[in-house]
T-cell receptor, first 114, second 113 residues
């Protein structure tokens, strides 16, 4: 089991460029989440999904879009990157209520927007 | 709006000493999670606390939950260098929140010889 994987691990973008971050999990989890981590602020939820084909906004969704076309994948898109989106992005997944929503995290993607 | 506050934010300890990290949250919640993060790494689940009075222990770490006081503690016993990391607590708003977690700011723990 690879668990939760994220692609890419590092990326540098120029302001206005777009990109997609890919999260994949092989644990058959229903729930998937995207967080961003900034110094001194813990992790903040961007978007989440409660199942294939569903997505919902989290705490800081502006400037991001997501899609969950397959149960095992959750994509995070930046349409027009801004320096304020420089951050470390973590994907997580969980079974849901049966496992008390315990979340398993991927290794992270470090994004720099210049 | 759910808020989660940890203190202290920075903790420098000597090996062999005991200390406690506190996690307060602002609204009713039925569960509390503790995670560990090593520098440049991902988050590792330490404890899931699911009810008032819950206590869990793993090695030198013990976590407890008091839902009435909206407080969780992470107690470190006889610290060793390997415990140096950032510790996060997190909770959700309960009900159908689908596990949407709100995290504390994190406590950076450094254990010195």
């Amino acid at each position: 089991n690879a668990g939760v994987t994220q692609t890419p691990k590092f990326r540098v973008l120029k302001t206005g460029q777009s990109m997609t971050l890919l999260c994949a999990q092989d644990m058959n989890h229903e729930y998937m989440y995207w967080y961003r981590q900034d110094p001194g602020m813990g992790l903040r939820l961007i978007h989440y999904s409660v199942g294939e084909g569903t997505t919902a906004k989290g705490e800081v969704p502006d400037g991001y879009n997501v899609s969950r076309l397959k149960k095992q994948n959750f994509l995070l898109g930046l349409e027009s990157a801004a320096p304020s989106q420089t951050s470390v992005y973590f994907c997580a997944s969980s079974y849901g209520a049966v496992s008390s929503y315990e979340q398993y995290f991927g290794p992270g993607t470090r994004l720099t927007v210049t | 709006e759910l808020k989660v506050e940890q203190n202290p934010l920075f903790l420098s300890m000597q090996e062999g000493k005991n200390y406690t990290i506190y996690c307060n949250y602002s609204t009713t919640s039925d569960r509390l999670y503790w995670y560990r993060q090593d520098p440049g790494k991902s988050l590792e689940s330490l404890f899931v606390l699911l009810s008032n009075g819950a206590v869990k222990q793993e090695g030198r770490l013990m976590a407890s939950l008091d839902t009435k006081a909206r407080l969780s503690t992470l107690h470190i016993t006889a610290a060793v260098h390997d415990l140096s990391a950032t510790y996060f607590c997190a909770t959700n708003a309960g009900g159908t929140s689908y596990g949407k977690l709100t995290f504390g700011q994190g406590t950076i723990l450094t254990v010195h010889p």
